[in-house]
């Protein structure tokens, strides 16, 4: 159980350590789309999750992405020492499964994109 758990502490600050360096990153990538043509995010990035209208001439593009990463687990281990089987609980674990998200929202004016905004644990430039 202790090795599960450094893995998944590892992972975790793996995790956190490139968010930290793929923030900045994914804020650039979405500035650069300020000013572009909703005809081209759309071909760019596919068809929004979802799209509303908020006023003359305005929309909004959300788009959704998620995705799930899974720990598998280990079974546990029996020694056998002679006559004698010893149980190891230490590879005794299901495993876990975690869910990670990004919710990238553009704004757009006259078919220009004129702001952004996102949220989310896994938004990252693919």
Known sequence: MEKNR???????V???MASCQTVQT???MLQSWVGKSEAQLVT?????TSMETIGPDRQVFVYIKQRQITVPGEAPNY???GEDAEYNNFGDSLGETFD??????FTTQNDIIVNYSWEGDSCLIE
């Open 79 to 81: 020694t056998a020492l």
């Open 44 to 48: 760019d990035w596919g068809a929004p």
């Open 14 to 16: 793996c995790a956190f």
């Open 26 to 28: 994914y804020e650039n």
């Open 6 to 12: 450094k893995m998944i502490l590892f992972l975790f």
């Open 100 to 105: 990670y998200f990004c919710k990238t929202t």
